[in-house]
């Protein structure tokens, strides 16, 4: 088997499993599979850690924009609000 092959039979791999993973739906009341993922300061946090809680996971696509920088001032902003609901934050 040559280079060129085994480029092409990698790349077909990759894309079978990125296209796989990337349409897992999880819908409205399902379970939400566990995750394995580094905060900023190194600690590392899974979705069995907050077991019992509820979770709220946000994503943003750059830092210093202005709808993301909005979207995590308000989440900090009224984290005592969501702590007495018992939901966590993570973004």
């Known amino acids: 088997v040559n ?12 894309f079978f499993l990125i ?8 819908n409205t009341g399902q ?7 580094q905060d900023q300061n190194g ?7 907050y077991k019992g809680k509820w979770v709220v996971l946000y994503f943003y696509p750059k ?9 995590a ?3 900090r902003d009224n984290i005592f609000e969501f702590e007495k609901l018992n939901a966590q934050i993570l973004g």
Do not use: M, Q, V
């Not at 280079?3 to 990759?14: E, F, M, P, R, V």
């Not at 379970?31 to 993922?37: D, R």
């Open 3 to 14: 280079k060129k092959n085994i480029i092409l039979i990698a790349s077909t791999l990759c």
């Open 19 to 26: 296209t796989g993973i990337a349409s897992a739906e999880i």
């Open 31 to 37: 379970t939400a599979p566990n995750f394995n993922l």
């Open 43 to 49: 600690n590392w946090h899974t979705l069995d850690d």
């Open 63 to 71: 830092d210093g924009t202005p709808g993301c920088t909005t979207e």
């Open 73 to 75: 001032c308000s989440f």
